[in-house]
């Protein structure tokens, strides 16, 4: 099995590379869109400031090519707020649109106990996607973020909440899916969402 990692300028990019050397896969960290369009998976993962990582994207294309793509995408963290509409970071910043009309919207503290960015360690509910099978409700994800993507009813497929405000912690549309958390610094549970996401294409097109 061939899988791409999108190469394009974002941070946190080697910890993918090794979660999914422990998966059995060894990956491909390419910003050639050839061999991304050929990969059986990409992956689109990192951390950043929207308006600079949105800029690397279009100057490599990747705003027209990820887009385009058929086989299964998972993005992470940055990579889910980039595949929505628009970011309100960086006083808005458009985004890839793969989640039509999603808009990413910046932590408001509701208590001097809120801290911004959320990191470290939440539970994960509402689960609805291949991606979590063998996953149990309500299983601690590892986050990293500022900005988050407001429950939706079409695209999202897991949920947890910060600073009292739910929000979606995956996505799908088609075969594009997305994490806000990151699997691969999420244990075991990270490990088998990536081992999933590895085998989904079986499991949805039998």
């Known amino acids: 099995m061939q899988v791409a990692i999108v190469k394009y300028g974002a941070g946190n990019v080697y910890s993918v590379v090794h979660a999914l050397r422990r998966c059995g896969v060894q990956p ?3 910003d050639d869109n050839e061999v991304i369009r050929r990969a059986d998976r990409v992956i689109f993962p990192g951390q950043g400031e929207a308006a600079t990582t949105m800029r690397s994207v279009r100057a490599q294309g990747l705003d027209r090519l990820i887009p385009s793509l058929t086989q299964p ?4 963290c940055i990579g889910q707020q980039l595949m929505c509409q628009w970011s309100e970071e960086s006083g808005g910043t458009p985004c890839i649109g793969i989640f039509p009309e999603t808009r990413v919207a910046r932590f408001v503290p509701r208590s001097g106990e809120d801290k911004i960015p959320h990191m470290g360690w939440n539970t994960v509910g509402g689960l609805r996607s291949p991606l979590f099978d063998g996953i149990a409700d309500g299983t601690y994800f590892y986050f990293v ?5 407001p429950v939706d009813a079409s695209y999202t497929i ?4 910060y600073c009292d405000t739910p929000f979606a912690a995956a996505m799908r549309r088609d075969n ?9 610094k999420s244990g075991e549970a990270g490990e088998r969402l990536l081992r999933n996401f590895l085998d989904i294409e079986r499991r949805l097109f039998p």
């Open 28 to 30: 491909v960290l390419t």
């Open 73 to 76: 995408v998972l993005g992470i």
């Open 145 to 149: 973020h500022s900005y988050y993507v």
């Open 158 to 161: 897991a949920a947890t909440t």
């Open 176 to 184: 594009f899916f997305a994490t806000q958390f990151h699997p691969e």
